[in-house]
């Protein structure tokens, strides 16, 4: 309102915000407008192809030039024109995606310009106009105001307020201007009836070297962007951006009135910090901007211009025409070189610390674009005629021309190529090869390695481009090392193995290994490797080089060719037969050589075999000789059949494959064949180790019995097999068998350890018994005698007490016992006289007293019921006893204190009753002779021991015992005597000693009152005199002496077994047999002829 009040209502007139201004009436707001919405934005943007709007002039519009003119400035390699319209680009920039809408532009005659929120808050400071304003106007997007009054001119403003420039000067005031929707289009009305019609034209500003490049944004930001990494960074600089130059690590930046210079934070290359370095404030006019190190360039018309960054002119140089082109091209600090195209056609280049310019060449037309190769040595330059041309900077010879061209970049990372664009095409030029052409738009600006930068319009873009084209133009030439210099730019991996390919066909190792590292293919690089090993061993055949090329590329019939011209046919050879092609192989056998037709056979059979042809190989295998791969082949797969009857035909000589036969005849279970394959060859070992495998023991005997030397291979794995098959007793005598003491012993001590733990005290003793005939057996042996007789003689006594203990342990651990209260008697009388010194594992004397205890107390003998009665009293009862015991203990006290006579022993020698407990042990308390008990009912036998008087050998005294001499009948009785201390029986004493019926009789006595046992030794004529019949011998195995028993009544017979040399009771023996089929002590059978 004019009193500088502003109003904001909704659409029913009601008023929601109020703002007041501080200048109030003496600011008097004359124009106003919102900033676009964001739909009308989207309504412009999603139009549809409209027909052009047809724009007409009448004669009372004015068409007026902008003077935001268009750009004269390119950095670093940009054309400088010469005030020349561009063609408007009709396609929306939309840079900014901020939003516009609810903000409030305000002009009033304060001269100010302000922005306001929709809730009344005001944008940012006011801005001074230094006019009236009568108008304000958004662009469509909302991106630039247009303002005009009293200055008679339309002004251009950011959005932000900043003042761009004059669109048009006008002859009054202007009262109103408007933007044409979504265009560049400005129409001014002014108060003297005219309007003008204008077209803005905002040029690009901006400059690039190498992979940065910086242009202008809002008109007053500049944007860097890294071209590789697509970083980008914004400076802003609240005024209108002019000129922009960029170099290395240095920016220049023109304003309206100063010259802004920044640098790097860092060296890095990929660093886009910037700071300011130096400001020249200082207003330039130039038609471009150029900065070096220390330096910026002014290009004004023909002049140049070099000013120190404190703004310091140093030195200026004056062209003879137009400058349309520069370019800094590098060098040291403060010395950089400047390439300068001039619109005569003359190309010239200056340092900036010389004042003289240098020319490189001239051409007749005017230069438009200027780039230099890397090395220096070429110029390329497009000339206002769009042709590119290229010269040799030394010669100033036209190497080359191309047309269609608006601008060109050598690479900078190969000397020989360059690419220019021009007609909506990109061309890519190597050396002097044909151009290659890729459909692009844009301008070509830059050219590093494989990334070709690019301006379209408004965007800088860093394009991929393969460089397979080039590369192949120089393969069709052989020319490999710059075709690699080429690939190394950028190339599919397929093009890095054609190159590899055709530099190894073109004999260029070191390229094609290069190559095949790039695409890390082994194989070939393994051949190069071995070429190159061969070189350096002197050979030069290149021909054998290329066929082995040749062979690896699968061109096999031009690598036979090159093998058979180099003279190395048996390479052809060896190559056709590794590939399976024996057809092409027999091509090139040497004449008739059996050695060369016998390896093609093979390496065909080799071929059969892997492709799953099994009995085709093994017939090539046999008809080549190769008789163990044959039967390797046939034994894998089974065929006995096909196996046999090669083992037939093969020569006995031919053990090798005769033993292959024979392994896998067993391996296939058909040991017969495997024996006669053996048999055939004598490998008579190896047959017994197949008996043995086999476990066909029958023929392994058989064997062993024709061959002795082999017993040990024979009855020592048959003994572990027993063994294995818990059949230890025939184990031990394999073992005892084949002569392996150590483990036959091992085994029974094993035995009867486990027999012993596990109560079964019948085979306890058992083993015991076989482990004394082991010791007796080893015996044999001087060096171990005496030892092993100790053995024999305590595993003999051990056996015996294990066997009477089997009964007493029988009778108190099982509810009923088969054996008869004597026996019992007897058995636990001979123990407890036995056990005088250790106990041996498993025998309980509590068992032992126990059972001795009860018979005796059943039998009548109460004196020795009550004394193991009172030893059981020191031992530790099991509970089960406990009871039992005590209720003995105190019934025994109630019977008399004596034993039966009926149970008292007598001695057979010397016609003593012994008493029941003996402290001697088992033997006669008056004559020390030893007692010989039953082995089965543990009675005293009426047999009494005798030895032979020396010089007497057992043969002699059986053959004198044999004879059984007749013996004279005498009348005369027996005349017994009875003392106190010995019973005497003698012959009448008026009668002749001499003429005594039984000379065995009279040795019988002995020296009353001795304390040592005196022996019954007998001469050769009591010998004579004895009966077969009465007497029994144990006929021990040497080392040992045989012993004689004589039994006193012949009427009772006694039976001892041959085997173990134990006595019984002829019925009592009987009966055992009958009942086990065997010794009950031994366990030798009744069938056993064998001792």
């Not at 002039?57 to 390119?74: C, D, G, H």
């Not at 809408?101 to 230094?130: C, E, H, M, T």
């Not at 022993?905 to 008990?933: A, D, M």
Request: proline share 4%.
């Amino acid at each position: 309102m004019f009193n500088g009040i502003i109003s904001i209502r909704n659409k029913n007139g009601e008023e929601k915000v109020k703002i007041e201004r501080p200048g109030g009436s003496l600011s008097p707001i004359w124009s106003i407008c919102w900033s676009p919405s964001s739909r009308w934005e989207s309504f412009w943007m999603n139009r549809e192809n409209e027909d052009a709007e047809e724009v007409i002039v009448n004669r009372y519009f004015q068409e007026i030039p902008s003077t935001l003119k268009s750009a004269v400035y390119s950095s670093q390699g940009s054309e400088a024109e010469e005030e020349e319209p561009e063609e408007e680009d009709d396609s929306p920039r939309d840079d900014n995606s901020e939003e516009h809408n609810d903000i409030l532009a305000v002009a009033d005659w304060g001269q100010k310009l302000s922005f306001y929120q929709l809730s009344g808050k005001q944008i940012g400071r006011d801005r001074s106009l230094n006019f009236d304003p009568c108008c304000l106007s958004y662009f469509t997007k909302g991106e630039y105001i247009l303002l005009g009054g009293s200055d008679k001119q339309v002004s251009l403003f950011t959005k932000d307020g900043v003042r761009l420039g004059t669109v048009g000067e006008q002859n009054s005031w202007v009262w109103t201007c408007k933007v044409k929707p979504d265009s560049n289009y400005v129409v001014v009305g002014c108060q003297d009836g005219t309007i003008s019609f204008y077209q803005l034209i905002f040029s690009t500003v901006h400059g690039l070297y190498k992979d940065r490049y910086a242009y202008r944004d809002s008109m007053t930001d500049v944007i860097v962007q890294h071209l590789i990494t697509e970083q980008k960074v914004r400076i802003k600089c609240k005024e209108l951006v002019k000129k922009i130059a960029i170099y290395k690590n240095r920016l220049a930046i023109q304003l309206p009135e100063k010259i802004l210079i920044y640098e790097l934070y860092s060296d890095d290359s990929s660093d886009m910090h910037y700071r300011v370095k130096e400001k020249i404030v200082k207003k330039f006019e130039c038609n471009l901007l150029v900065v070096c190190a220390d330096h910026i360039i002014l290009c004004q018309e023909k002049r140049l211009q070099c000013l120190s960054f404190s703004g310091v002119k140093e030195r200026e140089w004056q062209m003879e025409s137009l400058i349309r082109y520069i370019k800094v091209i590098g060098g040291p600090p403060g010395r950089e070189g400047l390439l300068v195209g001039l619109k005569n056609g003359q190309i010239l280049k200056i340092f900036v610390d010389n004042l003289f310019a240098i020319v490189l060449l001239k051409q007749a037309t005017a230069v438009r674009c200027l780039d230099m190769s890397a090395s220096r040595n070429k110029l390329a330059v497009v000339d206002e005629n769009d042709t590119c041309l290229v010269y040799d900077i030394h010669t100033k010879e036209l190497l080359f021309q191309e047309p269609n061209a608006n601008s060109v970049a050598w690479n900078t990372q190969c000397e020989d190529m360059l690419c220019f664009s021009g007609g909506g095409y990109l061309n890519i030029k190597a050396s002097t090869f044909p151009v290659h052409q890729q459909k692009l738009q844009g301008f070509v600006v830059g050219y590093n390695g494989s990334k070709i930068f690019c301006l379209h319009v408004f965007s800088m873009s860093a394009v991929e481009v393969p460089q397979s084209a080039p590369m192949y133009q120089y393969l069709d030439r052989k020319m490999f090392k710059e075709a690699y210099q080429i690939a190394c730019l950028g190339v599919t991996d397929t093009d890095w193995h054609e190159l590899a390919m055709e530099a190894l066909e073109g004999l260029e190792f070191e390229t094609a290994k290069k190559a095949f590292t790039r695409v890390q293919d082994l194989r070939y690089l393994e051949l190069i490797n071995s070429i190159e090993e061969r070189k350096k061993r002197g050979e030069t055949n290149n021909d054998l080089f290329l066929a082995d090329v040749f062979s690896y590329q699968g061109k096999f019939h031009e690598a036979a060719k090159l093998y058979k011209r180099s003279g190395h046919e048996n390479l052809a050879l060896n190559m056709y037969t590794d590939l399976r092609m024996f057809e092409y192989a027999k091509d090139f056998l040497g004449s008739g050589d059996p050695k060369e037709t016998k390896m093609l056979i093979t390496k065909q059979a080799d071929w059969a075999r892997n492709i799953n042809e099994p009995k085709a190989a093994v017939e090539m295998y046999i008809s080549a000789g190769e008789h163990v791969k044959a039967i390797e082949i046939t034994g894998d797969h089974g065929w006995v059949d096909m196996l046999i009857d090669i083992a037939r035909k093969l020569d006995k000589a031919e053990r090798e494959p005769l033993l292959m036969c024979a392994y896998y005849f067993k391996k296939l279970d058909n040991p017969g064949y495997a024996a006669e394959t053996y048999l055939k060859i004598g490998d008579l070992k190896s047959l017994v180790q197949l008996h043995v495998e086999t476990q066909r023991w029958d023929e392994a005997f058989a064997l062993g019995e024709k061959h002795p030397e082999f017993k040990d291979d024979i009855y020592v794995p048959y003994a572990q097999w027993l063994a294995e098959n818990d059949r230890f007793e025939e184990a031990q005598k394999a073992f005892h068998k084949a002569g392996r003491q150590r483990e036959a012993v091992r085994v029974l001590e094993q035995l009867t350890h486990n027999a012993v733990v596990e109560s079964r005290f019948n085979d306890a003793a058992y083993y015991y018994w076989m482990l004394s005939m082991q010791c007796l057996d080893i015996a044999q042996d001087p060096a171990q005698k005496d030892m092993m007789l100790d053995k024999f003689r305590h595993f003999q006594h051990l056996a015996e007490l294990y066997h009477g203990y089997h009964a007493i342990q029988r009778y108190t651990e099982e509810p009923f016992s088969f054996h008869l209260p004597e026996t019992l008697f007897n058995i636990s009388r001979f123990l407890l006289h036995s056990l005088t010194k250790d106990t041996p594992l498993g025998i309980s004397k509590v068992n032992t007293l126990f059972t001795l205890a009860k018979q005796s107390k059943a039998l009548g003998a109460y004196k020795l019921a009550r004394h193991a009665y009172d030893k059981l009293q020191g031992l530790q009862i099991p509970a089960r006893f406990q009871k039992s015991i005590e209720l003995g203990s105190l019934t025994i006290r109630s019977k008399p204190f004596h034993d039966s006579e009926e149970l008292v022993p007598l001695c057979y020698r010397c016609s003593t009753n012994n008493p029941l407990l003996n402290n001697l042990g088992n033997v006669c308390i008056n004559c020390r002779q030893p007692f010989v008990f039953s082995a089965s009912s543990y009675e005293v036998l009426h047999l009494v021991e005798f030895y032979l008087e020396e010089g007497i050998t057992d043969e002699e005294a059986v053959s004198l015992i044999d004879l059984e001499a007749p013996r004279h009948k005498r009348e005369n009785k027996w005349q017994e005597i009875a003392s106190n201390n010995s019973q005497t029986l003698r012959l009448d004493e008026t009668m002749d000693s001499m003429g005594d019926d039984d000379p065995f009789t009279a040795k019988l006595s002995f020296e009353q009152g001795g304390s040592e046992f005196v022996p019954v030794v007998v001469s050769r004529s009591v010998l004579r005199s004895m009966s077969r019949r009465d007497v029994l011998i144990k006929r021990w195995p040497p080392p040992l002496q045989w012993q004689y028993f004589r039994s006193l009544l012949p009427d009772a017979s006694i039976t001892m077994c041959p085997s173990c040399f134990q006595m019984f009771h002829s019925e009592d023996y009987e009966l055992l047999v009958l009942q086990h089929t065997c010794c009950p002590y031994c366990r030798r059978r009744i069938d056993d002829p064998s001792p």
